[in-house]
């Protein structure tokens, strides 16, 4: 089972830019598919983007869609969330969440690897 650490968030201004971090230990980060989720106060966790396992292919919710960028290396077992323009409607905890059983997945009851999460705050 690998551990998840995600970093980057904060407070930034309506149309500014963040870049989160999901870290990832263990040595078959190539095996597992990543994603990011987000959970809003009062929302269901949704989907944000997502990276198969080995980074050719990426998908995006259409909320974020043309405006946060997923990357991953897997030589620094990190995956990368870049987001910009970034809207108040952003404003949510962000998790990175990792799985082995598929190659690509939008769907969180398919993640068994979550992390801690990342509070991203977007002012108007």
């Known amino acids: 089972q690998v551990q998840l650490v995600e970093s980057g968030g904060g407070l930034v201004p309506a149309g500014g830019s963040l870049r989160l971090s999901c870290t990832v230990s263990g040595r078959t980060f190539s095996s597992y598919a990543v994603g990011w989720f987000r959970q809003a106060p009062g929302n269901e966790r949704e989907f944000v983007a997502a990276?198969?396992?080995?980074?050719?292919?990426?998908g995006y919710a259409d909320s974020v869609k043309g405006r946060f960028t997923i990357s991953r290396d897997n030589a620094k077992n990190t995956v990368t969330l870049q987001m910009n323009s970034l809207k108040p409607e952003d404003t949510a905890v962000y998790y990175c969440?990792?799985?082995?059983?598929?190659?690509?997945?939008?769907?969180?009851?398919?993640?068994?690897?979550w992390g801690q999460g990342t509070r991203v705050t977007v002012s108007s």
């Open positions: 990276i198969n396992r080995g980074g050719s292919y990426t």
């Open positions: 969440a990792a799985q082995a059983r598929v190659s690509y997945s939008r769907l969180a009851n398919d993640y068994n690897a």
